[in-house]
C-alpha cells in the first residue's frame, strides 16, 4: 500500500516561511488528491488544503491566504509552504491521502485514507 | 462554518461497549468518517462513509449516523483501543473539511 514521508526543518524562526514536503512510495499521485492536516501539541486536528495534480487547491480559511501547496508528479511528491509564522504554527504536519467522490446519489465522501507519520515543527527564535 | 462537537472523553471497562457521538446540525445528510490516533502516532481510519471499514480494521468498529448525531460504537473494548478518536466531514456551505474536537477513549 502507499507510504507517506514528510520532510523539512523541525525549527522556523517566526515570520518566516515552513517548507515541508511528502514524499509518495508509489505513482499514485497522478491519481489522487492529497492534502496537509496538522496538529498542536496536545490539540485536536486542523486540515490546512489538498491539492490535485491538475495544481487545483483549496485552502482552510483561517490560514488567511499563508498556505500554499504544491505538486511534483515527476518526483511524486508535494509540499506546503506557510508564510509569516508564529508560535501558534508549531505543531506536528501530515501529509495524508486524501480520497474525494459522490456516490450514486449525489452525496460526496471525501475523506483521508492514508497518512504519514508526522513530522514537529516548532516555531521560535 | 460547520462545528463537530465530541465528547472530551469517554471511559469504558474491558470488554463492555464504548460509544463516541459526534455531533452537527443535520449531520445524518453529510459523509462521516472516524480515525483513531494512538499516542506519538499519526491517526489511522477506522470507518469512513457512516458504516464502512477500511481493510484491516476490526469488525468490532462500527459506526451509524442519523439526525444530528453520528456515533462510532467500539464493541468487546480492548486495552489496545485507548486512543483519542475524531470524527470528520466536508462541509459543503464552505467546501473545507472540518475535524470533530476529539474523545479520548479509557478503557479502565
Not at chain 1, 504544491?70 to 508549531?90: E, H
Amino acid at each position: 500500500q502507499v507510504q507517506l514521508q514528510e520532510s523539512g526543518p523541525g525549527l522556523v524562526k517566526p515570520s518566516e516561511t515552513l517548507s515541508l514536503t511528502c514524499s509518495v512510495s508509489d505513482g499514485s499521485i497522478r491519481s489522487y488528491y492529497w492534502s496537509w492536516i496538522r496538529q498542536p501539541p496536545g490539540k485536536g486536528l486542523q486540515w490546512i488544503g489538498y491539492i490535485y495534480n491538475t495544481g487545483r487547491t483549496n485552502y482552510n480559511p483561517s490560514l488567511k491566504s499563508r498556505a500554499t501547496i504544491s505538486v511534483d508528479t515527476s518526483k511524486n511528491q508535494f509540499s506546503l509552504r506557510l508564510s509569516s509564522v508564529t508560535a501558534a504554527d508549531t505543531a506536528v504536519y501530515y501529509c495524508a491521502r486524501y480520497l474525494d467522490h459522490y456516490d450514486s446519489s449525489g452525496l460526496r465522501i471525501a475523506y483521508f485514507d492514508h497518512w504519514g507519520q508526522g513530522t514537529l515543527v516548532t516555531v521560535s527564535s | 462554518s460547520y462545528v463537530l462537537t465530541q465528547p472530551p472523553s469517554v471511559s469504558v471497562a474491558p470488554g463492555k461497549t464504548a460509544r463516541i457521538t459526534c455531533g452537527g446540525n443535520n449531520i445524518g445528510t453529510k459523509s462521516v468518517h472516524w480515525y483513531q490516533q494512538k499516542p506519538g502516532q499519526a491517526p489511522v481510519l477506522v470507518i469512513y462513509n457512516d458504516r464502512d471499514r477500511p481493510s484491516g480494521i476490526h469488525e468490532r468498529f462500527s459506526g451509524s449516523n442519523s439526525g444530528n448525531t453520528a456515533t462510532l460504537t467500539i464493541s468487546r473494548v480492548e486495552p489496545g483501543d485507548e486512543a483519542d478518536y475524531y470524527c470528520q466531514v466536508w462541509d459543503s456551505s464552505s467546501d473545507h473539511q472540518v475535524f470533530g474536537g476529539g474523545t479520548k477513549v479509557t478503557v479502565l
